[in-house]
């Protein structure tokens, strides 16, 4: 008689297969970065300064700087460099714009 000859099944409990210790538990591993807040808000109010020609501009720049400063300083930890630059950049261009339309409104 031929008995067919497969792998013994594997011992009870998971050894090695998950659960339990995983490798980057203790900090060892990789942390994901964290988006800035600031930067967020900061670009959502030198949009909304940008539509409504507002003040909020003004709070879009401060945040902005605000975020990139923090996020250079955070050594990689946090994200949104970009944003917080492109809340600077609207707010300025919203500003700008703001003071033109004021100048042509007045001067007629």
Do not use: W
């Amino acid at each position: 008689m031929s008995y067919d000859q497969s792998a013994p099944p594997p011992p009870p409990g998971d050894y090695g297969q998950g659960g339990g210790f995983q490798q980057g538990d203790l900090g060892g591993g990789p942390v994901q970065p964290q988006r800035n807040q600031k930067a967020l808000i900061g670009l959502i109010c030198s949009i909304v300064g940008f539509l409504c020609c507002g003040v909020l501009s003004i709070v879009g720049i401060v945040l902005g700087v605000l975020a990139r400063n923090e996020i250079r300083a955070s050594g990689g930890r946090q994200e949104g460099e970009g944003m917080a630059t492109a809340a600077i950049i609207v707010g300025i261009i919203s500003l700008i714009l703001g003071v033109v339309i004021a100048i042509v409104r007045f001067a007629h």
